[in-house]
């Protein structure tokens, strides 16, 4: 699919022909959404612009993402998206920029190209210019960012406050075993979700950085000092996710203590219990030989003295280790 966008006096607005075809001739932003071969040879052929294959997209050689040709830059940034859902996902966009346009080529659908859409239909202040469009996407996608690990930090505050109101003595083990599975559960979705955001500052921090230095000449000075403030915005969520990312991983390591704790009392009680049963059946074992030659076989009270030795052999024990603490 491809949408185009003209500037008009009251905002951003879709260029279509008669049958509802994009008009490209005149554009100032197209947009390629998920192309098919025709719409791809459509757009190269009238535009002049080589639209990259999905699979070029998603090439991690820096070169391959970020380069100019033919007086457009190519800039290629991995987009987090899905993330308000389970499985947050990573999508390549491209963004081609020329004196006269902007191109963006995506097969995904993320919320901020839909939140600058809808502001740039009222504000045609904020699509300007092809570079004006092209800052206010990353600025989108930035703060789309920002609010996700915002949002995670909150989250993150009441997951710690549950880890560390599990009750170890009172609560049952079967409810206390589920709400540790959970916990472990919500850690991993939030540390994808963490994942897929710091992977998209990563890679926008790149864009940025070339776009201000090796793209300067088709993009123009003016913008220049937005991309300068988007730069400095990514760095600083970068360092906040990193905090973020610290505190996730301390929760992992709290909830895990919980679970070896959890496992270690459950051996203890198998060893106190042997530790225990283990005299009284060693003078069963002992008297229940049944030679000959035992003295105890002739006694009247053999019976009941062995059955106090065995008693007490099990209640000494276990006295000695709930005295020391152990238990």
Known sequence: MIRSYVLTDAGLRVSAGAHGEAVLDGALWVDVISPTVVEDAR???????????????????????????????????????QLDSDRPQSSAVTFIATRE????????????????????????ASASSSTVILEGLLERIVERIAEVIERLGLQLDALSAEVFAIDQRHS?????DAKLREILRRIGQHADLLSKSRESLVSLGRLTSFARQQGAAVLGPDCQARLATSERDVHALADHASFVSSKINFLLDATLGYINIEQNGIIKIFSVAAVVFLPPTLIGTIYGMNFHGMP?????LGYPLALIGMVASAVLPYWYFNRRGWL
Do not use: N
Not at 44 to 62: A, N, Q, R, V, W
Not at 104 to 119: E, I, K, L, M, S
């Open 172 to 176: 049952k083990a079967s409810k206390r």
């Open 43 to 81: 757009v190269e052929t009238e535009l002049g612009i080589k639209i990259p294959s999905e699979d070029e997209m998603h090439d991690l050689e820096t070169s391959a993402r970020l380069y100019e040709e033919h007086g457009a830059v190519y800039m290629t940034a991995t987009v987090a998206t």
């Open 101 to 124: 346009r902007i191109i963006t080529v995506r097969y995904c659908d993320p919320v901020p190209f839909q939140r600058y859409v809808a502001f740039a239909e009222t504000h045609p």
């Open 296 to 300: 105890e076989l002739e006694w009247s």
